[in-house]
């Protein structure tokens, strides 16, 4: 018999939430074929479950620097810090769609067991120590999020978005996947710690390396959702079950930040001066056209899927600088934006009902004469997005202009600023309607408590994190140390 080594049983060890969680939704998923519509809370309940047994793991986990299973797995306080917003993220996005699913009937298994395996997708990403476990996690991030899409079997809607979704995301992970073999075939490894020794100054010389970023940058600009590679989004958004654009809103960003964060800055962090000049050209973009389209747009969920579009551009621009600061900056503004991409989507889920959707902006006007409470909660979500002081949002984009100055690139600070002034417009509108319009709409704000409790809290975060920001700009800090 041969015997387990001791670094594999730590490497295994400290994989311990990805091994539960894995576990765990697979003990969700048996479970759920037994159980009939009517007991289908328990499938709620244990998803739940895995994802509250998954954090406590992580807490229990040492926080140490740690590279395992032959460099394919790495821990660390960034990876710990993404997870740990993931099973949050995830969590709420379970409570606030749990009524909305029983009310249309689609409080099914299969929506919080492919969220589940999109969350382990996140985890393997965020951990990723190479380009192909990086690759892997990817592709069961993307695979659950297609079928999400679909969830809804009987919206032809839906089924039209999820194909748009999949062809398209497909040509994206072909185009990322044929990168990385270039990368491969220039540095003859997958390991990004070796890739980032292996290369040097003379890099920038090799076309073939430059080529090979050429494919990783368009895969990753993609997932992302940046212009030139965004169209999917307005329509994916749109035709979505609103429980799933929450969801494909808000966790998937900790995702990609996570790719980037891997691949750009620790893999190709010797190349910045290559990748720079892609990631400004989209980031610019992105905020430009996210912000102009933005304001034509009656429909919610489309006009937050612009405002997705115009603040993933701000986190490119964290990254542009490839500094220490900003990366933090961007990370700080992932985070901040999650909270709010949460809350937003949350209140059209509130203002929904059966056979109605309350997706338009016409179908919030006269709300603070309806319910007051919610109509502030929105505003907090609003021009926190739009960047208003005192919110979060605010701070948030204040870092990362602040790391766009340090490095010199004060046109660019002022360029984003500008167009921040345009996309506030979008937000206020929203705002307008809600206290300054008659309500179309008398019907009474219904919910669970625990829908409306949560909602509150998320709403007030979005303000606290403005007003005392601190405590999580020094935890980003420390996870990127």
Same mark, same amino acid.
């Given at each position: 018999m041969t015997a387990v080594s001791p670094s594999y049983l730590h490497d295994l060890a400290l994989s311990l939430p990805e091994v539960f969680l894995l576990g765990a939704t697979l003990v969700v998923l048996f479970v759920d074929l037994f159980i009939? $519509?009517?007991?289908?809370?328990?499938?709620?309940?244990? !998803?739940?479950?895995t994802l509250l047994g998954t954090v406590v793991l992580l807490v229990a986990v040492p926080e140490v620097h740690h590279v395992g299973f032959s460099g394919m797995y790495v821990t660390d306080g960034f990876a710990r810090l993404i997870k740990l917003m993931t099973a949050g993220t995830v969590a709420a996005a379970f409570l606030y769609s749990r009524d909305y699913l029983m009310k249309r009937g689609l409080f099914r298994g299969e929506y919080f067991v492919?969220?589940?395996f999109a969350t382990l997708g996140i985890f393997v990403m965020a951990s990723a120590g190479n380009l192909l476990t990086m690759y892997l996690g990817i592709e069961l991030l993307a695979l659950s $999020?297609?079928?999400?899409?679909?969830?809804?079997?009987? !919206?032809p809607i839906a089924a039209e978005s999820a194909m748009k979704y999949f062809v398209l995301g497909a040509i994206a992970s072909g185009v990322l996947l044929y990168g990385i073999s270039i990368i491969y075939g220039v540095t003859g490894t997958f390991d990004l710690s070796l890739l980032a020794q292996r290369l040097d100054a003379h890099a920038l010389t090799q076309v073939g390396l430059l080529f090979g970023l050429a494919f990783v940058m368009a895969g990753v600009a993609f997932k992302f959702g940046a212009v030139p590679f965004h169209m999917w989004i307005p329509d994916v958004y749109h035709g979505a079950p609103t429980s799933v654009t929450l969801f494909l809103g808000a966790a998937p960003k900790l995702a990609y930040f996570a790719l980037s964060f891997r691949v750009l800055a620790q893999g190709l962090g010797s190349m910045a001066s290559a990748w720079q000049g892609m990631v400004m050209v989209l980031a610019v973009l992105s905020i430009a056209v996210g912000n102009v389209v933005a304001v034509s747009q009656t429909n919610l969920k489309r006009m937050l899927a612009y405002s997705t579009i115009s603040n993933v551009g701000f986190i490119l621009l964290g990254f542009l600088t490839a500094t220490p600061f900003g990366?933090?900056?961007a990370l700080l503004y992932t985070i901040t934006y999650v909270l709010m991409a949460l809350g937003s989507f949350a209140m059209i889920i509130l203002l929904s009902r059966k056979d109605f959707e309350a997706d338009q902006i016409d179908d919030f006007k006269g709300l603070a004469q309806r319910s007051p409470w919610f109509a502030w909660m929105m505003l907090f979500f609003m021009v926190g997005t739009a960047g208003v002081p005192p919110f979060a949002g605010f701070f948030a984009k204040l870092y990362v202009i602040q790391a766009l100055v340090d490095v010199g690139l004060t046109w660019l600070a002022v360029v984003a600023v500008l167009f921040s002034v345009v996309g506030a417009f979008y937000y206020l509108r929203v705002v307008k309607a809600m206290f300054f319009d008659a309500p179309v709409d008398n019907a009474p704000v219904g919910g669970a408590i625990s829908f409306k409790l949560l909602l509150s809290l998320n709403g007030l975060?979005?303000?606290?994190l403005g007003l005392m920001n601190t405590p999580l700009v020094e935890?980003?800090?420390?996870?990127l140390r």
């Open positions: 009939s $519509q009517p007991h289908r809370q328990l499938t709620y309940l244990l !998803s739940l479950l492919l969220a589940l $999020q297609y079928a999400l899409v679909a969830f809804d079997r009987d !919206s990366y933090r900056a975060a979005v303000l606290a935890l980003v800090a420390k996870a």
